[in-house]
C-alpha cells in the first residue's frame, strides 16, 4: 500500500507538467555511446513515452565511439585540433558508416511493440532526411579540417510537417551541402541549431559525465544563463564535454529557447524525472530563475491559498477567505518554483504607528530549509524599512523560536497598534513578538 501511495502521489503530482508538455517541441541529444553500451532500449522506451504524451520529439544522434572504432579498424588514428575532429576521407567514410548503423539501430528499437514491453502499442514512427544543410569548417590555424562542417541552416519547415504528422524526427550529425557534398559535424552543433530553428520549447542534453556543481560541491539543479557563463569563465576544472554541453545550452537558451536541461545520461529514466517532478534531477539553465522571490499578484491568490491550507487546518495560521487575501493580496510576496506557489509572507502595515505586521509565513513541506524563511524575512523587512517602519512585529502560536534566533524579542499585546490589538484573539494566545529596524 505504501508503494501505491507513492506512486498516486507522484502520478498526480506529474499531471501539472503532463499538460504544459503536450504538444510542445523538444530537441533531445546524446551520444553514440548509449548504442556502443547497448543502453538504448531503455531511451527509446523513455522516447516512446514522451510522444504517447503527445510531445513533439526531434532526436540527435552523436556517433563518436563508432567512428573511432572503425578508424581502429582500418589502421587509422583519429586526428582533433582544439577538440574538432579533422575528417580526412577515411573518417568521412567511417562517419557515414557509423551514421547509418546508429540510426538504423535507434529507429528499431523505436519499432518495436512487443506484448508486455514498455514499447507495447507504441507504435512509433520516426521520420530522418536531409534536414541538415551544413558548410565546410574549412582551415582554422593552419589547419585545414577537410570534411568537418558547420551547421549552416536547418530545414525547419520540413521537420515540422513530418512532427505535425506525428512522426519522430531523427537527426544524424552528417549535414549536406548545396553542391552534394556530405560533412561531418558536431551532435551538440545539431541539436542546438535544431532547438533555435524549430523554436522549441526545451533542448535536452543527455551528457555522459556528472553536471556542473555548485560552489559547496553539490549538483547545481538550477543555473542562469549569467551564472552558466560564469561556470564556463571561472572553472577551469570542466571538462572540455561538459563546457561543450554547457555552451550548447547557452547558444540556445540566448536564442529564445526558453530551457535547456543538461541530464545525467546513465542514469534510468532521468528524463522522465526531470520532466515530470518538480525538482528534476539535472541540471536546467535558463534566462529566467526557476526559482524566483516576488511580490505577488492576482494570479497567485489559488497558489497562496493552497499553500497555507495544511497550516490553517493544523492552527498555525488563522484561516483566511479568498475575499480578504484578494483585498490584501498587495501585500504579499511569494517564492515561486517552476509555476508553483512554495512559500509566501504578508507584511500589514501600520504608519500611524511606523509598525507593521509580518503575517502569513508559510513554506511548502518539501522547501522548508535551505534559507527560504531567511529569504523572505530580509524582504520583508526591506520593504518595511522602505516604507518608513520602524518595528516590525509577529504573532506567533508555535514558531516564537524560530523568530527569536533572527533578533525578535517578546512583547506585550498593549504594544500593538490599537487597530491589531482590536482584532486580537485571546483564545490563541498568540505570542507577540517585535524587531526594531
Known amino acids: 500500500?505504501?508503494?501505491?501511495?507513492?506512486?498516486?502521489?507522484?502520478?498526480?503530482?506529474?499531471?501539472?507538467?503532463?499538460?504544459?508538455?503536450?504538444?510542445?517541441?523538444?530537441?533531445?541529444?546524446?551520444?553514440?555511446?548509449?548504442?556502443?553500451?547497448?543502453?538504448?532500449?531503455?531511451?527509446?522506451?523513455?522516447?516512446?513515452?514522451?510522444?504517447?504524451?503527445?510531445?513533439?520529439?526531434?532526436?540527435v544522434h552523436g556517433f563518436r565511439p563508432q567512428v573511432e572504432e572503425r578508424l581502429q579498424l582500418r589502421g587509422e588514428r583519429p586526428r582533433y585540433h582544439n577538440g574538432l575532429r579533422v575528417t580526412d576521407a577515411?573518417?568521412?567514410l567511417c562517419?557515414?558508416?557509423?551514421?547509418?548503423?546508429?540510426?538504423?539501430?535507434?529507429?528499431?528499437?523505436?519499432s518495436m511493440g512487443v506484448a508486455n514491453s514498455p514499447m507495447a502499442g507504441a507504435r512509433v514512427r520516426v521520420a530522418s532526411g536531409n534536414f541538415?544543410?551544413?558548410?565546410?569548417?574549412?582551415?582554422?590555424?593552419?589547419?585545414?579540417?577537410?570534411?568537418?562542417?558547420?551547421?549552416?541552416?536547418?530545414?525547419?519547415?520540413?521537420?515540422?510537417?513530418?512532427?505535425?504528422?506525428?512522426?519522430?524526427?531523427?537527426?544524424?550529425?552528417?549535414?549536406?551541402?548545396?553542391?552534394?557534398?556530405?560533412?561531418?559535424?558536431?551532435?551538440?552543433?545539431?541539436?542546438?541549431?535544431?532547438?533555435?530553428a524549430l523554436q522549441a520549447d526545451?533542448?535536452?542534453l543527455l551528457i555522459e559525465q556528472d553536471g556542473p556543481r555548485n560552489a559547496d560541491g553539490q549538483p547545481a539543479r538550477q543555473l542562469t544563463t549569467e551564472e552558466a557563463q560564469a561556470l564556463l569563465e571561472q572553472n577551469a576544472a570542466l571538462s572540455p564535454q561538459l563546457a561543450a554541453h554547457i555552451q550548447a545550452a547557452l547558444t540556445a537558451c540566448r536564442s529564445a529557447v526558453p530551457r535547456a536541461h543538461l541530464i545525467?545520461?546513465?542514469?534510468?529514466?532521468?528524463?522522465?524525472?526531470?520532466?515530470?517532478?518538480?525538482?528534476?534531477?539535472?541540471?536546467?539553465?535558463?534566462?529566467?530563475?526557476?526559482?524566483?522571490?516576488?511580490?505577488?499578484?492576482?494570479?497567485?491568490?489559488?497558489?497562496?491559498?493552497?499553500?497555507?491550507?495544511?497550516?490553517?487546518?493544523?492552527?498555525?495560521?488563522?484561516?483566511?477567505?479568498?475575499?480578504?487575501?484578494?483585498?490584501?493580496?498587495?501585500?504579499?510576496?511569494?517564492?515561486?518554483?517552476?509555476?508553483?506557489?512554495?512559500?509566501?509572507?504578508?507584511?500589514?502595515?501600520?504608519?500611524?504607528?511606523?509598525?507593521?505586521?509580518?503575517?502569513?509565513?508559510?513554506?511548502?513541506?518539501?522547501?522548508?530549509?535551505?534559507?527560504?524563511?531567511?529569504?523572505?524575512l530580509a524582504f520583508v523587512e526591506n520593504q518595511a524599512r522602505s516604507q518608513g517602519l520602524a518595528v516590525l512585529f509577529v504573532l506567533t502560536t508555535q514558531t516564537e523560536h524560530w523568530f527569536r534566533e533572527r533578533g525578535f524579542i517578546a512583547a506585550a499585546v498593549d504594544e500593538l497598534p490599537p487597530e491589531r490589538r482590536a482584532g486580537y484573539n485571546p483564545a490563541r494566545n498568540s505570542k507577540v513578538l517585535i524587531k526594531r529596524l
Open 264 to 376: 545525467q545520461r546513465r542514469l534510468d529514466g532521468a528524463m522522465l524525472l526531470e520532466l515530470f517532478t518538480r525538482d528534476g534531477v539535472g541540471t536546467l539553465i535558463s534566462s529566467a530563475p526557476f526559482e524566483d522571490l516576488r511580490r505577488a499578484g492576482m494570479h497567485d491568490v489559488g497558489g497562496i491559498l493552497e499553500l497555507i491550507a495544511p497550516l490553517e487546518a493544523s492552527g498555525v495560521l488563522v484561516p483566511r477567505t479568498r475575499e480578504r487575501l484578494e483585498m490584501d493580496i498587495d501585500d504579499y510576496t511569494v517564492i515561486e518554483r517552476d509555476g508553483t506557489i512554495i512559500g509566501c509572507a504578508a507584511l500589514h502595515a501600520y504608519p500611524g504607528q511606523a509598525m507593521g505586521e509580518m503575517a502569513c509565513l508559510a513554506l511548502h513541506p518539501e522547501y522548508r530549509g535551505g534559507q527560504r524563511g531567511e529569504r523572505l
Open 1 to 59: 500500500m505504501l508503494d501505491n501511495h507513492a506512486f498516486i502521489r507522484w502520478f498526480r503530482g506529474s499531471s501539472p507538467y503532463i499538460h504544459a508538455h503536450r504538444g510542445r517541441t523538444f530537441v533531445v541529444c546524446f551520444g553514440g555511446e548509449a548504442v556502443a553500451e547497448g543502453a538504448c532500449a531503455s531511451l527509446a522506451h523513455d522516447f516512446a513515452l514522451l510522444n504517447s504524451l503527445g510531445i513533439r520529439l526531434v532526436l
Open 132 to 196: 541538415v544543410i551544413a558548410k565546410p569548417v574549412g582551415v582554422r590555424d593552419g589547419v585545414d579540417f577537410q570534411h568537418t562542417g558547420d551547421v549552416r541552416r536547418i530545414d525547419a519547415e520540413a521537420i515540422r510537417e513530418k512532427l505535425d504528422h506525428g512522426n519522430v524526427v531523427l537527426l544524424s550529425p552528417i549535414g549536406y551541402s548545396p553542391t552534394g557534398e556530405a560533412f561531418n559535424l558536431s551532435a551538440e552543433a545539431v541539436a542546438t541549431a535544431a532547438a533555435i
Open 90 to 92: 577515411q573518417a568521412l
Open 95 to 110: 562517419a557515414k558508416e557509423a551514421a547509418g548503423l546508429v540510426r538504423v539501430e535507434i529507429e528499431a528499437l523505436l
Open 202 to 204: 526545451k533542448l535536452l
